[in-house]
């Protein structure tokens, strides 16, 4: 025991250790003088008797100063919460109105107590969400607008016995805080925050070459009336920066009218026409919620990027989290320069050339698309005298035959490689060159984009959210047919005469033929010009059928998937495939190509699935952006041809999915 806790203990008995002491003192005094002893015993009896009922008397009157201090603190706190300034009522579990303050009261709009006493708080001010906070043991917050005001909802939960039968009795106190004028100042200051805006005349020269000369100036003067408008409509400040390009400041607020609106001004360049075959198409990025300028203008240069990487024609809206689109209806047009692969291919010289280890791979589940030019970058990297290898875990029915051809011939000996192999063998200074996706989690082994700081990437998809970022070589064309459309422009345009094996131009033909179903979709001049350049190094046209013959079973599950296919407002197929076989992938995209046979039948969309995964093919005449419906659950592709692949959900769950899309698209085009 502390020396503080033994002075307590001795001060609260001290009155008894003084009794004792007198008690002893006056039985010694008694044996040594009996009239002593018993005169000290009698005063010891006198004293006790005084200091009990003394101590009587004391304990009395504290409890009756508790007593009258408990009546008068009730009084203050019944008081005080009467009066209290903020709004608060006290309410059973069931929602009836125990108990309201006067400013409860006001704000309700009732005269008296009263009136409110018993009525349910949800019938006066609506749902207050109670029922989500009632299994909570804290005060929660919460956030509601009643009669045009803001309130903070603080909901505080009570507990008190009752002592006639001994149960509890709970209830809830909500403190009503309004916070209108910060929740004003707030979106105030929100709504006033920067916006920059980078805007871009797609093609502007090629534009300008389409149309008559003499008409010429009055496309470049309604391009700037039309900018011109939308400065004023956004209260903003515009420059141009050249030619087919502009910058536009202005506040949150304005970025927000724009995007009610859906960015109309998208639809209205469209209409600019005079006699131009090209039309006047806007792409346009915005950067908003920057910490600082800088950063917002680093938002808007990402958005712009994104907004042409998708093909231009189209709004993209970039912040610290997210993207957002608008637009993205028109199929682009193809550039005929050659230039930019004649760059590139310079520039991918350079790289082979100072690299020691070289590794290709496209996306998982590869199509002739991916494993064509994936082989002609092997030949590229073999005509500079490098040895490059190809990512390859196992061959599906897409490319099974031409690559079985591919290990049958010597030339390419040990080309193919699995993911461990190529985990191991690469470094920081491998180059690794991804074909036919920009997307890291869809490439064949995405473990190689981590280790590696060499990436190049060729691709032709329209750019999705998810993208391979810091390569040090793009070459991304989305109006081009394929993958190796790009590739055989490479080998053709460089300024070193490559010469590549007879197998590899068939497998180039072959991602060209795929991707244009047999040259129907995407095909421009340059499509035209490779296909011609291949056949005449050697490319069998007979060869690259045979790449896509298939097995009568799966002309059978076609067969059902369009005979149980659902038809959505007259426009739009629906189908799945109830048979889950290796090849799903390949029959769905088949399937889907075929419904668009049907007549009036605009876009197609059929599913299958192979073990967790589900797949989904996309098909569209172009009226159509598929690319857009796709991305809303994950994947992406082209105006016309897309796809996804969903993990982790049942075939049922997954056609769900896609056909909300589909008619959420719908309902938006009724807008």
């Known amino acids: 025991m502390s020396s503080k806790n033994h002075k307590h203990y001795v001060f609260d008995y001290l009155a008894e250790i003084c009794f004792s002491v007198i008690l002893i003192l006056s039985l010694y005094s008694f044996f040594k003088n009996y009239i002593i002893g018993v005169i000290g015993i009698l005063i010891l009896i006198a004293l006790i008797i005084f200091y009990f009922n003394k101590k009587k008397k004391d304990e009395e009157c504290i409890q009756d100063r508790i007593k009258k201090l408990s009546f008068d603190i009730n009084k203050v706190i019944k008081r005080t919460m009467l009066s209290n300034p903020i709004p608060l009522c006290i309410i059973e579990l069931d929602g009836k109105i125990f108990w309201s303050n006067k400013k409860f009261d006001e704000m309700i709009g009732e005269d008296t107590e009263e009136k409110i006493i018993g009525k349910n708080i949800e019938d006066l001010v609506g749902d207050i969400t109670l029922r989500k906070v009632l299994d909570e043991k804290r005060v929660i917050e919460d956030k509601f607008e009643y009669k045009d005001k803001k309130y903070r909802l603080n909901y505080c939960f009570t507990k008190s016995d009752d002592e ?32 920059v805006m980078i805007i871009e005349v797609d093609g502007y020269e090629d534009v300008l070459k389409s149309t008559p000369e003499e008409n010429r100036p009055m496309i470049t ?10 400065e004023m409509e956004t209260e903003g400040l515009l420059r141009k920066m050249a030619n087919d390009k502009y910058i536009l400041f202005m506040r949150k607020h304005a970025l927000e009218m724009l995007e009610k609106t859906k960015f109309s001004i998208l639809d209205k360049a469209r209409e600019i026409d005079y006699g131009n075959s090209l039309p006047v198409s806007l792409s346009i990025g915005a950067g908003y919620d920057g910490d600082t300028i800088e950063e917002t203008g680093e938002f808007a240069s990402g958005a712009i990027d994104m907004a042409l990487g998708r093909g231009g024609d189209q709004v993209a809206i970039k912040n610290k989290d997210s993207f957002n689109f608008y637009g993205g209806k028109s199929k682009g047009f193809e550039r005929k320069t050659k230039v930019k692969s004649r760059l590139i291919g310079l520039a991918l010289k350079e790289l082979i050339n100072q690299s020691d280890k070289i590794i ?16 002609g970058v092997f030949d590229i990297c073999k005509a500079y005298g490098k040895i490059a290898n190809i990512v390859l875990e196992e061959a599906n029915e897409a490319v099974e035959i031409f690559v079985s051809r591919i290990k049958e011939d010597k030339y390419y000996n040990g080309m193919f490689i699995s993911h461990e192999k190529a985990i191991d063998m690469c470094d920081k200074d491998t180059l690794i060159i991804v074909v036919d996706t920009h997307r890291p989690s869809y490439t064949e082994c995405p473990e190689l984009l981590e280790i590696s700081k060499r990436l190049v990437v060729i691709d032709h998809h329209r750019r999705g959210v998810e993208y391979i970022s810091d390569t040090v070589l793009l070459f991304h064309e989305i109006y081009v047919s394929s993958t190796c459309e790009m590739v055989t ?37 340059r499509t035209f010009e490779a296909a011609s350049y291949l056949r005449n190094i050697g490319a069998d046209t007979l060869a690259v059928k045979r790449f896509f013959n298939s097995y009568a079973e799966d002309f059978l599950v076609k067969a059902e998937i369009i005979q149980r296919t659902e038809i959505i407002n007259e426009r739009i197929c629906l189908a799945y495939s ?11 995209a088949k399937a889907a190509d075929e419904l668009l046979n049907i007549k009036n039948i605009e876009a197609s969309f059929v599913l299958g ?13 172009g009226n159509i952006n598929v690319h857009v419906l796709m991305e809303k659950i994950g994947g992406g592709g082209h105006i016309d ?20 899309v589909i008619e959420d698209y719908l309902e938006d085009e009724e807008d």
């Open 221 to 230: 003067m309604d391009i700037e009336k039309l900018l011109s408008n939308l």
């Open 360 to 375: 290709i791979m496209g996306h998982r589940y590869p199509d002739m698309d991916a494993m064509g030019a994936a082989v």
């Open 609 to 621: 699935m192979k073990g967790d995964t589900v797949f989904v093919s996309a098909r569209s005449l």
């Open 641 to 660: 041809i897309a796809g996804t692949q969903i993990r982790d959900v049942s075939l049922t769950q997954a056609y769900d999915m896609v056909k909300q």
């Open 489 to 525: 422009e490479l080998i053709q345009y460089t300024d070193y005469d490559i010469k590549i094996h007879k197998l590899t131009a068939e497998g180039l033909l072959g991602g060209i033929y795929l991707d244009t179903k047999n040259f129907e979709f995407k095909t421009g001049v």
């Open 578 to 588: 109830k048979k889950e076989i290796d090849n799903i992938n390949i029959v769905i």
């Open 164 to 195: 006639t039968d001994g149960s509890a009795d709970y209830k809830a106190i909500i403190y009503w805080i309004d916070e209108t004028d910060c929740e004003n100042l707030k979106e105030k200051y929100e709504s006033s925050r920067e916006v």
